[in-house]
């Protein structure tokens, strides 16, 4: 796969957050907030809503991390 130097740091960066995201998700909750109420989702109580979005994030993590850190540079044509 072939990006631009742009797009690789964009993916790596949004990889890392992924990652970040994913490793506060290991003590089996996480939380958000809807109009200034925090809701928190944990493991017990609503496991398909956990569990899928862990499924989602971890998918975005492995398609970042591909194009951000194992993409190459688009082949430059007659330019040496």
């Known amino acids: 796969m072939?990006?631009?130097r742009r797009t690789r740091w964009f993916f790596?960066?949004?990889s890392i957050a992924?990652?970040?995201?994913?490793i506060t998700m290991l003590d089996g909750?996480?939380?958000?907030r809807v109009?200034?109420?925090e809701v928190?989702?944990?493991?017990?109580?609503q496991p398909f809503k956990f569990y899928t979005s862990v499924i989602v994030d971890a998918s975005l993590?492995?398609?970042?991390?591909?194009?951000?850190?194992?993409?190459?540079?688009?082949?430059?044509?007659g330019k040496r």
């Open 29 to 32: 909750d996480y939380s958000y």
């Open 61 to 77: 993590y492995v398609i970042s991390t591909w194009i951000g850190f194992f993409s190459k540079d688009r082949p430059t044509i």
């Open 18 to 22: 992924t990652a970040l995201g994913l």
């Open 35 to 37: 109009q200034g109420n």
């Open 2 to 4: 072939y990006t631009e």
């Open 12 to 14: 790596r960066v949004f």
């Open 40 to 45: 928190i989702v944990n493991a017990t109580d």
